[in-house]
Structure formats: C-alpha cells, structure tokens
C-alpha cells in the first residue's frame, strides 16, 4: 500500500509539473492531456488520503465504544500495513477484553460460592452494584436495584448499613423473615469509573457463636455438676446417718414424746430430701456434657411423627389442643438415633403446648418433609410466638419462661440435633406462632 500511495503522489507532482510547463509553451492540447491524467491521479491520492482518515476515525470511534468487532483488509499476510496495524490492535484488545471477563467470571462464581453476604453499591446515589446470593439468601430479599428498597422492607438491615463504619468490624442479630441471625460485617470503598462504591460482607456466625456458646456452657456444667454432686452426697448422707442415730438415741431413751427431737429429726428429714433433689437436679444437667453417640439407623420420619402422635394426642386432647401429622413425601428416610430425636420431638411439642395454652384454637402440626434431598421434620403451633429478647436467651442452659420449666430441653435437643449432624431452625412471630424445624445433612 506504501508504494502505491507514493507512486500517486510522484505521478500527480509530475503531471502537475509537465502542465504547467506545456501551458508555458503554448502546447496547450498536450497541456490539456497531462491535467486530465494530473486530475486523474490528484483525485485517487486524495480519494486514497480521505479513504484513510475515515477509517482512522472509524477505528478511533470503535476503539470509544469498546467495538472491536471490525476487520480491516490486510495485503496479503502483511501486518506491517496501516490497516494490519488496525487489526493487530484490535486483537490485542479484544484478548484483554476476553481475560477480564474470564476473570469477571471467575470472580463471579467465587463470590456466589462463598457463604459470605456481599453486598456493593454507589455511596451517592445508593445503586446496587453487586449483591451475590449469599446475601439474598441470607436476609431473604430479592436484588434489589437501589438501597432505599430496604427503607421500608428491612428497617433492620437498612439501619445496620446506615451505621456500619469503615474498617470496623460489627457485630449485630437482625431478625430477618420469623427467624434471629448473628452476623459480622466489615466494610471498605473503592472507586470505578469515576464513582465510589461500599463493599460491605456479612458473615453468618450463628452457627460459629452456638459452638463456641455451646462448648462454653458444656464445660461449666461438668464443672458445676462435679462439684454439686461431690459437696452434696456426703451431706445427703450425713443427714441420713443422723437421723437414724437420733431414732435409735430417742428408742435408748425411751423417750415416748419429744418435741426437741421431732424438730431434729424433721431438720435432718429436710437436709437429706433437699440434698437428694439437687443431686437428681445436678445429674440431670449432667447429660449436657455427656458425650452421646447416637446409633444411626434409617427411619422414615412420617411413620416417626406417626408414632409420636399416637403418644401425645391423648393427654393434648383432654387440655383441648388438637395435634395434626401431615407431610410432602412419606416415603422420606432419615439416618437418625430413633431414641434421641423421640426426646427432641416430644420436647417441642412441649413446648408447644405451653405456647397454645391461652389460644381459643390451639394447634400443633408435625409436617416431615425434603429439601434440596436432605429430609426435615417440623414441629409448628398457633401459640404466642417467641419474642426478640427470649430468642437470644432460649438455648441457653438453666434459662425457661415456665415456672417450672429446667430450662435444658431446648439446650440438649439442640446437642442431640448437632451429634446428627443436623441443623435447627426457629421461625416465629410474636403473637402468630412458632415453628421448629430439623433438617438432616447427609453423613
């Protein structure tokens, strides 16, 4: 193409030249002919010149919009050409374009993987700019195109954006859909296209807090009840020892009628049943921190919770409560210790009973079901709901709303669920009801 530009260029400065020179030698029809052919080769130059200014500007225009679509014609394999030049450009860029977006992919699919809530979006103007599933699963939302959507949808979690500050990490319970979460969020900015953007996670770490919670109250109670039964059994005995001395002391006596040994007898007679009912107390709170391993066998949860009725249904009947079995798969099988999940069953609807106490329809459904393959059973009522204050309170040992609740069925059911390597699950809401559910992951 070099040569060919240059070869126009000297025959139109030669044409251009030998006019002129004809023009002054009054030979005006060879004159004539050399302007023609001068025209000729002036008009393909600059046609030439014009072609190649267009296409600059077309390739300038392309490389603005990010369109690199177009190809250029090559003279032959050359690339040293200006049009080869084009291409090679656009090749190079259209490689960069295809390894961002790889990497875009990439990064997409990491981000969706992990089970960290990533939540970015514009600090003007409040427009999300990412939000992965992890997220939307985790407060139950759609996505959500500007942020003021959560205003009125999520108060909660849209003051808890409104209020996180930069590099802090924050710990804060959102009570999202009927059920309490535990996260941890942090936040950092970064800018793009001329725009500043907050990037803020959120770690679940219910799960993580229930570990470490529940180890930390596994270990005081050993050490509790190690220390409650050990102090107590000898004055349990001693009492009783000395109750039966002063027996045979007043039979020596022969003491037919003393009020000064009645009162100790009763004193000793006190001290023994009280030491006896906090050793029975004491032990049963050990079961806490016992390791339990449960013997797995398969059972189908819908004849479980058949069973489980049959058991229940007469002594809710006469208190007016009716209980319902009901499923979406009867066939679901479940790799469980029969005898362990029995307890944890029979200890929700327990509960619930005490929840439905002052309903004027009191209703207990166990629904046994499948989810993503992994079987569940759930145990729901009509009852009064759990509040905010007792959800953060109710699976910690020692702690129940009854007057004459332990406060260890929900903690060892929730020990029970874990040695199954299963999950708990509370919805609730105050003044509607409450359900519990227990998914099985496979083993």
């Known amino acids: 193409m070099k040569p060919f530009v240059a070869v126009l260029f000297v025959l139109t400065l030669c044409g251009g030249g030998g006019t002129v020179f ?15 052919v001068t025209l000729f080769f002036m008009y ?3 046609n030439f010149i014009f072609k190649t200014f267009r296409d600059i500007d077309d390739f300038v225009e392309a490389v603005r919009y990010h369109d690199f679509s177009k190809r250029y014609p090559e003279e032959g394999s050359k690339r040293n050409t200006l049009y080869g030049y084009f291409n090679a450009i ?24 992990v089970n960290t809530g990533i939540l970015a979006y514009d600090m003007d103007t409040l427009d999300t700019l990412w939000m992965n599933d992890s997220f939307k699963s985790m407060f139950q939302i759609p996505y959500v195109k ?21 590099g802090e990490n924050r710990l804060t319970a959102i009570h999202t859909g009927n059920r309490l979460i535990k996260t941890l969020s942090n936040a950092s900015t970064f800018q793009t296209g001329g725009k500043t953007y907050l990037l803020i996670a959120f770690h679940n770490i219910s799960g ?32 009783d020892t000395l109750k039966k001395r002063m027996e045979n002391m007043k039979e020596e006596m022969k003491l037919a009628e003393s009020t000064e040994f009645e009162d100790m007898e009763s004193a000793m007679e006190t001290i023994r049943r009280r030491s006896e009912g906090l050793l029975r107390f004491a032990d049963s709170y050990r079961n806490l921190s016992k390791n339990i391993v449960p013997e797995l066998q398969p059972v189908n949860l819908h004849e479980l919770l058949n069973s489980i009725y049959r058991l229940m249904h007469p002594s809710l009947a006469q208190k007016g409560i009716s209980l ?30 005490y929840a439905v106490r002052d309903k004027k329809d009191p209703q207990i459904i166990l629904f046994s079901g499948a989810k993503d393959e992994h079987p569940f ?22 702690f129940s709303t009854k007057k004459s609740g332990t406060g260890i069925g929900l903690s060892l059911s ?26 099985f992951f496979k083993n």
């Open 146 to 166: 500007n942020i003021n959507w959560l205003k009125n949808r999520h108060p909660k979690l849209y003051a808890e954006l409104q209020d996180i500050q930069l």
């Open 208 to 239: 993580t807090l229930e570990e470490v919670e529940s180890g930390a109250w596994k270990g005081l109670l050993n050490v509790m009840t190690h220390e409650i039964m050990n102090s107590i059994a000898p004055v349990a005995s001693l009492a």
């Open 377 to 398: 059973f759930t145990v729901a009522d009509n009852g009064c709901g759990i509040s905010l204050e007792i959800q953060e309170k109710m699976f910690i040992p020692f």
């Open 324 to 353: 319902k079995v009901n499923t979406d798969n009867s066939s679901t099988i479940a790799r469980i210790d029969r005898n362990l999940i029995d307890q944890v069953i029979i200890n929700f609807i327990t509960n619930a009973a």
């Open 44 to 46: 393909h130059t600059l």
């Open 90 to 113: 656009s090749d190079t860029f259209l490689a960069m374009s295809r390894e961002k977006e790889t990497q875009q992919q990439y990064l997409k699919r990491i981000l969706e993987l």
């Open 22 to 36: 004809f023009f002054v030698k009054n030979n005006f029809p060879l004159a004539g002919l050399l302007l023609i």
């Open 414 to 439: 929730r020990e029970i669920i874990k040695m199954h390597n299963g999950s708990l699950q509370v919805q609730t809401k105050e003044g509607e009801g409450s359900a519990f559910t227990v998914l």
